[in-house]
C-alpha cells in the first residue's frame, strides 16, 4: 500500500498521519473530527477557524462519509 491514498476528493488515508486515519488532505485533520464537531453544534465558520480548513474540506468530509455508510449493510436482527 503506498504511503498516501486518496480515498475522495480533499480525503487521505496517511499511514504516517493519525495512524492511517482518513484525514482532509494537507492537514492532520481527521474527517470524524470535523463529523463530531458538526453533529456537537459547531457551525462551518468555527470548524474552519480552529482548524485551519476551508468549506470545501468540510464537505468533503461530509461527503465521504455519506459514500461510505451509504456502502454498508446493516441488517436489523429481531
Same mark, same amino acid.
Given at each position: ?5 486518496? *480515498?475522495?476528493?480533499? $480525503?487521505? =488515508? ?5 495512524? /492511517?486515519?482518513? $484525514?482532509?488532505? /494537507? ?5 470524524? =473530527?470535523? =463529523? /463530531?464537531?458538526?453533529?456537537? /453544534?459547531?457551525?462551518?465558520?468555527? *470548524? ?5 480548513? $476551508?468549506?470545501?474540506? *468540510? ?14 449493510? *446493516?441488517?436489523?436482527?429481531?
Amino acid at each position: 500500500m503506498k504511503a498516501v491514498v486518496e *480515498i475522495a476528493p480533499r $480525503v487521505v =488515508l496517511d499511514q504516517n498521519v493519525r495512524f /492511517g486515519r482518513a $484525514v482532509i488532505k /494537507g492537514t492532520r485533520v481527521p474527517v470524524d =473530527l470535523v =463529523l /463530531g464537531k458538526l453533529a456537537g /453544534g459547531m457551525s462551518y465558520e468555527e *470548524i474552519m477557524a480552529e482548524y485551519d480548513l $476551508v468549506r470545501d474540506d *468540510i464537505f468533503a468530509a461530509l461527503d465521504c462519509a455519506a459514500k461510505h455508510l451509504a456502502s454498508e449493510e *446493516i441488517r436489523a436482527v429481531v
